[in-house]
């Protein structure tokens, strides 16, 4: 099942790199996970909208030492990162228009 093809997928590997810099939006999913693929497009609209963030996204099943580190119970689950540091979060399936009024906040 395709989710989210638009957007990088990152591994415990690269993560501290990928997100050390700027305002990073990071979607644990789970392929199996029906809201995680009703919130693909949306993540990839937000892609679009917000040309200075950058999006990826971990599968919590094959990154699950990065589910436990940030304590992830639930997917989706959309952890913002600025400069490296957690600075929100948002459990559950958001409708595109209250996922983009949160992540202006970050602008």
Same mark, same amino acid.
């Given at each position: 099942?395709?989710?989210?093809?638009?957007?990088? !997928? %990152?591994?415990?590997?690269?993560?501290?790199?990928?997100?050390?810099?700027?305002?990073?939006?990071?979607?644990?999913?789970?392929?199996?996970?029906? /809201?995680?693929?009703?919130?693909? /497009? %949306?993540?990839?609209?937000?892609?679009?909208?917000? +040309?200075? =963030? @950058? =999006? =990826? @996204?971990?599968?919590?099943?094959?990154?699950?030492?990065?589910?436990?580190?940030?304590?992830?119970?639930?997917? +989706?689950? $959309?952890?913002?990162?600025?400069? #490296?540091?957690?600075?929100?979060? %948002?459990? #559950?399936? $958001? +409708?595109?228009? %209250?996922? !983009? !009024?949160? $992540?202006?906040?970050?602008?």
């Amino acid at each position: 099942m395709a989710v989210n093809n638009e957007v990088e !997928e %990152i591994s415990s590997n690269s993560f501290n790199e990928k997100i050390k810099k700027g305002i990073v939006i990071v979607d644990f999913f789970a392929e199996w996970c029906m /809201p995680c693929v009703m919130m693909a /497009p %949306i993540i990839e609209e937000m892609q679009q909208k917000f +040309p200075n =963030f @950058k =999006f =990826f @996204k971990a599968n919590i099943d094959e990154n699950s030492e990065l589910a436990s580190r940030f304590n992830v119970l639930s997917v +989706p689950t $959309l952890i913002i990162f600025k400069n #490296g540091r957690e600075s929100d979060r %948002i459990v #559950g399936s $958001l +409708p595109s228009n %209250i996922l !983009e !009024e949160k $992540l202006r906040r970050f602008v």
